[in-house]
């Protein structure tokens, strides 16, 4: 698995992750940890695209929970309000979103329901606009 990092420009600065082959058991670790660093050295909105992940385990749904989490934290979102919208289903990260989810992806993504919460895109431009 690579993972190459740029900064989009919309309303806010957006980290974008292009993330190239498999986030499963053996590549969730690294990918959690390179975006752990991204979030230490400030970024806040993160986008990740996942046009050439052809396969993403349980392991790779989990770093993008635990990336989920880590921004909300920081962001200190209502706690009563987001659970609110999340129990309503119109809570969505404004902290990360998906790009370009591979049809296996889109299920396994769809299937854990975290597409209840993370937004998912197939335009790089709305994606980052909608920050």
Do not use: C, W
């Not at 990740?48 to 989920?68: C, E, K, M, Q, T």
């Amino acid at each position: 698995m690579d993972i190459r990092v740029t900064t989009g420009h919309g309303q806010l600065p957006v980290t974008v992750i292009y993330v190239n082959g498999d986030v499963d058991s053996t590549t969730s670790q690294d990918f959690l940890v390179k975006i752990e660093e991204l979030i230490f050295d400030g970024a806040r909105h993160i986008l990740i695209d996942l046009s050439n992940v052809p396969f993403i385990s349980s392991a790779g749904l989990r770093a993008i929970h635990n990336i989920f989490n880590q921004l909300r934290a920081l962001h200190k979102d209502a706690d009563d309000d987001a659970l609110r919208a999340v129990n309503d289903g119109t809570y969505k990260s404004p902290n990360v979103k998906l790009l370009n989810l591979s049809e296996q992806t889109k299920f396994a993504f769809e299937t854990t329901v975290f597409d209840m919460y993370i937004e998912t895109f197939t335009d790089r431009d709305t994606a980052i606009n909608s920050f």
